[in-house]
């Protein structure tokens, strides 16, 4: 997300980590995709953006009745995708109008905040046009319909109440924030397991959210479409393409070992928890849910449960994950590796047999009228 951006911009320069660097190690999927070509004023309008709307959605919480303290909370922590209230109940303690409010917020929270910015700018037609907002905006709808007709079943009747209970766990999960309403560790396995599916893979690319990322997701799916087509026809020259856009190879290789290191490592947390006692479903989901930053999951880590009954070995296990999911491995691999941490502000020391030469060419000046004409030419 955007902290780790401004995180590199404003302090790593000091030991010697470039911003440009994290920037790089932070893209997601296909490109960077700056709004401005510096890094710093990349950040400066991105987080300009990221208070605006934190501040529209803190004053429609008052003016839905929320307290100054709460909603100030509630509307930092949902453009943060960071799920805390100052409720036990989480966003259940309030209002439907204040839950329809908090819909929105988290689901923009999880939108590319690029995007976010292009709209600002009077370029609302970007964010329509782009593909993985359109997936996004599926996968949202998609699940939720899924997960409303799931519940009508299992509850023997349908209502706008079951609407807004399915579309809030929803987003909550696709956009890795974790507030809460309702218990879906206990709704049907259909929606259960729809809902594990979203808390892999997380929100947009360039959004607060954690997770795989959308837009990864959407290289990964149809590059495995394009190989099974090239099964069936073993001549065609096929390009993977997302929106329209073709994907260099190079960069799918990038999301495939991503995607490879993320499952690996998850379910690396999945058999440290499963060694310590825990369940297979809590600690699948509870692995799962440190990873992609999300809070609650299933079982005994639901949304009715917490991890305070875990001992220190799981809690340090789930510190590391989420540490490792929230810096996405390839900063942290930027932040720890020392070949990594260059000087760019300054010159690089030349070789020593330059060196020499120099020293050769001022010790010659003395004699000579111009003493430029002895300095040696660069190599």
Same mark, same amino acid.
């Given at each position: 997300?955007?902290?780790?951006?401004?995180?590199?911009?404003?302090?790593?320069?000091?030991?010697?980590?470039?911003?440009?660097?994290?920037?790089?190690?932070?893209?997601?999927?296909?490109?960077?995709?700056? =709004?401005?070509?510096?890094?710093?004023?990349?950040?400066?309008?991105?987080?300009?953006?990221? =208070?605006?709307?934190?501040? &529209?959605?803190? &004053?429609?919480?008052?003016?839905?009745?929320?307290?100054?303290?709460?909603?100030?909370?509630?509307?930092?922590?949902?453009?943060?995708?960071?799920?805390?209230?100052?409720?036990?109940?989480?966003?259940?303690? *309030?209002?439907?109008?204040?839950?329809? =409010?908090?819909?929105?917020?988290?689901?923009?929270?999880?939108?590319?905040?690029?995007?976010? *910015?292009?709209?600002?700018?009077?370029?609302?037609?970007?964010?329509?046009?782009?593909?993985?907002?359109?997936?996004?905006?599926?996968?949202?709808?998609?699940?939720?319909?899924?997960?409303?007709?799931?519940?009508?079943?299992?509850?023997?009747?349908?209502?706008?109440?079951?609407?807004? %209970?399915?579309?809030?766990?929803?987003?909550?999960?696709?956009?890795?924030?974790?507030?809460?309403?309702?218990?879906?560790?206990?709704?049907?396995?259909?929606?259960?397991?729809?809902?594990?599916?979203?808390?892999?893979?997380?929100?947009?690319?360039?959004?607060?959210?954690?997770?795989?990322?959308? &837009?990864?997701?959407?290289?990964? !799916?149809?590059?495995?479409?394009?190989?099974?087509?090239?099964?069936?026809?073993?001549?065609?020259?096929?390009?993977?393409? =997302?929106?329209?856009? $073709? &994907?260099?190879?190079?960069?799918?290789?990038?999301?495939?070992?991503?995607?490879?290191?993320?499952?690996?490592?998850?379910?690396?947390?999945?058999?440290?928890?499963?060694?310590?006692?825990?369940?297979?479903? !809590?600690?699948?989901?509870?692995?799962?849910?440190?990873?992609?930053?999300?809070?609650?999951?299933?079982?005994?880590?639901? $949304?009715?449960?917490?991890?305070?009954?875990?001992?220190?070995?799981?809690?340090?296990?789930?510190?590391?994950?989420?540490?490792?999911?929230?810096?996405?491995?390839?900063?942290?691999?930027?932040?720890?590796?020392?070949?990594?941490?260059?000087?760019?502000?300054?010159?690089?020391?030349?070789?020593?047999?330059?060196? %020499?030469?120099? %020293?050769?060419?001022?010790? %010659?000046?003395?004699?000579?009228?111009?003493?430029?004409?002895?300095? $040696?030419?660069?190599?």
């Amino acid at each position: 997300g955007m902290g780790i951006i401004v995180l590199g911009v404003a302090i790593l320069p000091l030991i010697g980590v470039g911003g440009a660097q994290l920037f790089s190690a932070e893209a997601p999927g296909m490109t960077t995709d700056k =709004v401005q070509p510096r890094i710093a004023t990349t950040a400066r309008l991105l987080w300009g953006v990221y =208070v605006a709307m934190t501040a &529209i959605v803190g &004053i429609a919480y008052l003016i839905l009745g929320m307290s100054l303290f709460d909603a100030v909370n509630h509307a930092m922590s949902a453009l943060a995708t960071g799920g805390f209230s100052t409720r036990t109940a989480s966003m259940g303690y *309030y209002s439907p109008a204040i839950q329809w =409010v908090t819909i929105l917020a988290m689901f923009l929270a999880g939108v590319n905040f690029t995007l976010h *910015y292009r709209t600002f700018t009077g370029h609302p037609r970007e964010m329509f046009r782009n593909a993985e907002w359109q997936w996004y905006l599926a996968s949202v709808v998609a699940v939720s319909s899924i997960c409303f007709a799931a519940l009508g079943v299992s509850e023997g009747g349908f209502s706008l109440e079951l609407v807004r %209970r399915a579309s809030f766990s929803v987003v909550s999960v696709h956009s890795t924030t974790g507030f809460g309403t309702a218990d879906f560790a206990a709704w049907p396995l259909v929606a259960q397991v729809l809902l594990l599916g979203l808390m892999f893979m997380g929100g947009m690319g360039g959004s607060t959210g954690g997770g795989f990322k959308v &837009i990864r997701g959407a290289v990964v !799916t149809q590059h495995v479409l394009d190989e099974i087509r090239k099964v069936l026809h073993p001549r065609a020259v096929i390009i993977t393409r =997302v929106g329209g856009k $073709p &994907i260099r190879e190079d960069l799918v290789l990038k999301v495939l070992a991503f995607l490879a290191m993320y499952m690996a490592t998850h379910a690396v947390g999945t058999l440290v928890l499963a060694a310590l006692g825990h369940d297979l479903v !809590t600690s699948l989901s509870a692995s799962l849910a440190a990873l992609s930053s999300i809070g609650p999951g299933l079982g005994e880590v639901g $949304p009715a449960g917490n991890y305070g009954h875990m001992g220190a070995p799981a809690l340090i296990t789930l510190s590391g994950l989420m540490l490792l999911g929230r810096l996405e491995f390839y900063t942290l691999l930027v932040l720890l590796i020392p070949s990594t941490w260059t000087r760019s502000h300054r010159t690089p020391r030349p070789p020593r047999i330059w060196r %020499r030469q120099r %020293r050769r060419a001022f010790s %010659r000046a003395e004699t000579q009228s111009d003493p430029m004409s002895s300095w $040696p030419s660069h190599p």
